[in-house]
């Protein structure tokens, strides 16, 4: 069924290519090389943004120079030899209205999944929750048993939408 579906997925991408001044990927290792050729075809200028570390997504090193510009979100992933430069995104301000005459809940807000960051996160919470501060640390993922006594620590098994994070 998921392979039906992401080859009529692939068919209609394909239908859609057309000329363009610039083309902009997001997470360009989701697609197949056939697509990736047939897109960089369609302009002259080509850019791509991979949302998370390189060293997740294997096949996403192999990509970066067929662009010509490739940014990233992590700063251990910034390259002079592999072209990649700083994504400066996740600021929006459309959202100001959010935070009108608000005092904030909590010192610290951390939201992510769970991964190899835990082992860093963990010590880092628990040294600012004895100092005072108010954690709101969110997880999406199963409960993890080795962060049973990590009072601070909330699970959830879905992601959040953009503007429920937000709020």
Do not use: M
Request: hydrophobic share 35%; proline share 3%; charged share 30%.
């Amino acid at each position: 069924k998921k392979k039906l579906r992401h080859n009529f997925e692939k068919k209609i991408l394909l239908k859609k290519l057309s000329k363009a001044d610039y083309t902009l990927t997001i997470r360009a290792d989701l697609f197949e090389n056939e697509f990736i050729n047939k897109l960089l075809k369609c302009s002259a200028k080509n850019y791509s943004y991979q949302w998370d570390g390189l060293i997740r997504y294997k096949r996403i090193t192999e990509l970066i120079p067929l662009f010509t510009k490739f940014y990233v979100f992590d700063k251990k992933d910034l390259s002079k030899k592999n072209n990649t430069y700083p994504a400066t995104n996740f600021y929006f301000d459309c959202y100001k209205h959010l935070l009108d005459n608000k005092e904030p809940q909590f010192d610290v807000f951390f939201i992510g999944s769970y991964d190899n960051r835990i082992k860093k996160l963990i010590p880092i919470c628990e040294l600012l929750h004895n100092k005072g501060y108010k954690l709101n640390i969110i997880l999406i993922c199963s409960l993890k048993e080795e962060l049973n006594s990590s009072a601070f620590i909330k699970y959830y098994k879905t992601p959040f939408e953009y503007y429920e994070n937000l709020q």
